[in-house]
């Protein structure tokens, strides 16, 4: 079982709906990722979060760090929002960081004008 | 502001030919790393370095060498490349304090490897 899971994987979406793409993840986390890719692009970080809410423009983030459940919402989407979205987080496992970034797959996000 | 700047872009090389992918930013960050990302792999760390001076393996070290070159600067050599090495590879930073991985992440633009 991967210790970070991302659903859905493909989501398809008409232009101005409300999108939500969630990530789960199996133990302790020290923080939080949200990156958005687009195709043949680079990265790009959204959202760092350890807890509670952030909202950058139409963009959401929230966590539940006692769920270990995290959701990034799009608001009024557009076809410029196509793209990969990816969570990734910082685990911590006896108390201890690992230090190290596990990333979940990926969800390919499409909106259709 | 330039961010993370890695290059080259695109490089085509032969089995068993050395290249090395440079990497720097300019955000005076301490940790710095290397991924790479092939389909249906998503991101895998191959080097990070936490400090100017320090660099550990991450998953998939193998066939990798890196250098941090001081705090600006980290870069990664591949000695005799083989196609498994096929890939994009990512440069990324982060100027976290307590550790690695505790910042927001700064990615460079990409650099896409064919090893034939």
């Known amino acids: 079982k991967n210790e970070v899971e991302q659903s859905p994987q493909n989501l398809t979406a008409q232009e101005g709906e409300f999108i939500t793409i969630n990530c789960s993840y199996s133990?302790?986390?020290?923080?939080l990722h949200w990156l958005q890719q687009h195709p043949g692009g680079g990265i790009v970080s959204l959202f760092m979060l350890s807890s509670g809410k952030k909202k950058h423009g139409r963009l959401i983030a929230t966590i539940n760090i006692q769920e270990k459940h995290s959701s990034l919402h799009i608001t009024a989407s557009h076809p410029r929002d196509s793209a990969v979205y990816i969570c990734?987080?910082?685990?911590?496992?006896?108390?201890?960081?690992?230090?190290?970034?596990?990333f979940g797959q990926g969800t390919i996000l499409t909106v259709h004008p | 502001n330039a961010g993370v700047t890695q290059t080259p872009k695109f490089q085509v090389l032969k089995t068993g030919q050395s290249m090395t992918l440079q990497c720097a930013q300019d955000m005076n960050h301490n940790s710095m790393y290397w991924y790479r990302q092939d389909p249906g792999m998503g991101l895998r760390l191959i080097y990070y370095s936490a400090s100017e001076g320090t660099t550990d393996k991450g998953e998939v070290p193998n066939g990798y060498n890196v250098s941090r070159l001081n705090k600006r600067e980290f870069s990664l050599r591949l000695e005799s490349a083989a196609p498994s090495q096929t890939s994009v590879y990512f440069c990324a930073s982060s100027g976290g304090l307590a550790g690695f991985h505790t910042g927001e992440l700064f990615f460079g633009e990409g650099s896409r490897l064919t090893v034939l």
């Open positions: 990734a987080v910082s685990l911590i496992a006896g108390g201890t960081s690992y230090g190290k970034l596990t």
């Open positions: 133990v302790g986390i020290s923080a």
